[in-house]
């Protein structure tokens, strides 16, 4: 089987880029952060499919961990990435060491007002500015590209949609629907630190989102707030979890729903054992959406 | 005499910068906010000395004015701009509507921390992000490029080179010399609002300046203060002034120097009557730069 190129320096990274567009090929590009699984593998099974040059970027991004311990235990494993990487169609791994990428700490940050600040920004202060400047710096390095990002951490993919257009970034966002196991729990690099009994409950917070929907879709609840008391109920019922919140929200700006109409957002996050599981449902409500200016997604 | 073309949508310009960069045309990018003059001149003859295709951007960014009042009084004349530009060498004037570039307000903003609050950002809280803001748009749209600014607005200068080393955009930045008429004040678009007895005094900045250059230089002054000192004397003795800042600092990142050795920067700022005057000079010091761990500049 073809290996894809392991790339370490920015600059081989542009030059790669650069002659591959030179050639006439399209560039996608997947930025993860490694500990690949099946929910990066679709991103990059699509961008290979809508592409013909696919660069998969690994780099553990200090700038988006509050906290020293997470970002120390985060899963990391190169070989492994490349070689799934490769099976699902990437032709280059950009994987570059920490001084690649912030020779010294960055003095430049970017910050997506708003949307930063909510769910999980009230959780991990500052997490949404590390991805915006690190987003915005990957993306200033790969140039013209489609980039794929999940649905899973939807509010992450509502920030890099908003800074790429406030900054006219010269790059197709492409959103890609969440991965679950059969038993409903998305994939997650985070899933592998939950003891077997967190992961034998774990799906209850999928569950929270379905009831949600149901809330939406077949009782045509138009309060907010009953939509996230169903959710919260779910969540409630499972002892082990501590729920961060669980919210009917606006697709665009993640802002909370004044009436359930159209096209929203389930958002839910809670805490199991030292484990924080985030997860995402699109609904659609039967009540036609009258009151909103603009919607951008969903 | 040849015109530049005049864009106006973002999609021109990147079309055009995009076909040229195809044909095997180097860009050259002068950011301004139109009101050209001598100083902005200089950038766009020497981005067409360098350069095979030179773009002017005349936009001025509502973001980096905190006074609505003053961003209402800037001065604007686009076909004197587009005539004095394509006289210098302009191939290309993208004068955007302010709808082309922020369509709604940006919920994204580029901040550079440390440089952005002193000094001109002490004076003017939130200007360099809106500063840095635009210029991180522009170069998005401009793509690969150099890009020419003035030393007129130093500390600009200073947050530009630091945006683009880091968020590795694809740019050079090209620091230009400051333009000054022969009494020796730097040539502004907020000159135009001087009268003539603000003007008949303005020079004494530059004299101010000059005074803190022979104090490095002919005086050997280690101490930071006693510069200062020197700058802030000729300053005060124009009762006309007011005086924001007069400093001698490190080139790189501006703070204020802990001893004058090696390159430094004199910085000063006054307000005369409803102008600000804002000015610099680079000064080498007969001391080597001893206590230093880096220097980018000077």
Known sequence: MLSATVLTRRDELVAALDA????????????????????????????AAENTTVAVTVYVNPLQFGDPGDLERYP?????????AS????DLVFAPEAEQMWPEPPATSVHVTGLSERWEGEVRPGHFDGVATIVTKLLGLA????A?????DFQQL??????????????GIVGCPVVRYPDGLALSSRNAHLSAEERAVAPRLYAA????RRAVEDDAVTDPGEVDGAMAAVLASEPRFSTDYAAVVRPDDLSPAA????QVRLLAAVRLGDVRLVDNLPATSPHPEAARSRSEDG
């Open 148 to 152: 794929y990002f999940g649905e899973k």
């Open 158 to 171: 509502a920030v890099v949609r908003r800074l790429v257009t406030d900054l006219s970034l010269p790059v």
């Open 20 to 47: 591959a567009r030179e050639r006439g090929a399209r560039v996608g590009l997947v930025p993860t952060m490694g500990a690949l699984h099946g929910g990066h593998l679709s991103l990059v099974r699509r961008a």
């Open 143 to 146: 140039g013209r590209c489609l």
């Open 259 to 262: 009436v359930v109409a159209g």
């Open 209 to 212: 989102l379905l009831a949600g």
């Open 76 to 84: 990391r494993d190169l070989d492994r990435d490349v070689e799934m």
């Open 87 to 90: 099976a699902a169609g990437a």
